[in-house]
């Protein structure tokens, strides 16, 4: 698929689960149950061990499912390229970094990039970003969102940090485009809980009244 393609199909499935664990054998788990959950955006940060791998394996397991996988934590132009390379449909940043945006321009494939100020924002998007992560959102708040929304209404935001069960309808009224969840899915004692916290998310989505 082109970056346009897999851009557009991020912005209609709206949630992006992120991996992040120490505990690399527990990452096959975490990803079959955030699919079972209905999850079909899923990226597996730099930080966890063996992501370049379990990119390569969970793209092949579940390309029939039509499920993407990235790569996030995405934080220079060498992870880029290596995660690209391993096979990542998509990155995802919590920096600005328009190197970044250069490797991925030339793989094309598109990238949420991390933005908190105006000035980061419009350098995101003039050099590429397909999607803005509001990163950290929930330190930032609902009122930071508003104020940076007004201004740069054409920007498809996904808010990432701090957005839970109890808060997301508030940010979707907002107007954020998505959402990036990485404990709010992951984190449960139970081995059943990933899929059962993906379903309730999955239902907020498609339940909501999105403005964009």
Known sequence: MKREEIAAIIKQERLIAIVRTKEQEKV?????NLVQGGIKVIEITSNTPGFLHHIQQAKKQYASQDVLIGAGTVINSD?????ITSGAQFL?????????????KKYNVPVAMGAITPTEICTAVACGADIVKLFPAGNLGISYFKSVKSPLDDVAFFAVG????SNAEEWILAGVSGFGLGSALTKSKEVDGVKANAEQFVKIKNESKWIN
């Open 28 to 32: 096959p788990e975490i990803i079959e």
């Open 79 to 83: 992870i880029a390229e290596k995660a």
């Open 92 to 104: 995802v940043t919590p920096n600005t970094n328009t190197e970044v945006l250069a490797v991925a």
């Open 162 to 165: 701090g957005i839970d069960l």
